[in-house]
Nanobody, 125 residues
Framework: QGLLVESGGGLVHPGGSLRLSCAAS????????IAWIRQAPGKEREGVSC????????YYANSVKGRFTISRDKTNNTVNLQMNSLKPDDTAVYYC??????????????????WGQGTQVTVSS
């Protein structure tokens, strides 16, 4: 099992919702910012959202702002991504990744490290 484990993907109609979870140890979540990064076929990898390890600062890509919400669940040691009003353009494999707090809140997510296999999100009618 990887350092981070993604779950929650699936097939949903446009306008629907999904909740992704990234499971990790408490030590990892206390030390690193956690980002959600997606990769769609034929497209560049895109940093979707991020939450810092300290003050809970967040970042959202313009493409998802107002529709996605990232949150930390300290009880269950997960970082969740609630995705509402999904669009076909949201179709991708979603990965969670670790990185630096300053880069996280600045929205610079390319240097983040992906550890898991990702979870597929498909938005289609």
């Amino acid at each position: 099992q990887g350092l981070l484990v993604e779950s929650g993907g699936g097939l949903v109609h446009p306008g629907g919702s999904l909740r992704l979870s990234c499971a990790a140890s408490g030590a990892i979540l206390d030390r690193y910012a956690i980002a959600w990064i997606r990769q769609a076929p034929g497209k560049e990898r895109e940093g979707v959202s991020c939450v810092s390890s300290t003050d809970g600062g967040t970042y959202y890509a313009n493409s998802v702002k107002g529709r996605f919400t990232i949150s930390r669940d300290k009880t269950n040691n997960t970082v969740n991504l609630q995705m509402n009003s999904l669009k076909p353009d949201d179709t991708a494999v979603y990965y969670c990744a670790t990185g630096n707090d300053e880069l996280c809140v600045a929205g610079i997510l390319n240097p983040f490290t992906i550890w898991g296999q990702g979870t597929q999100v498909t938005v289609s009618s």
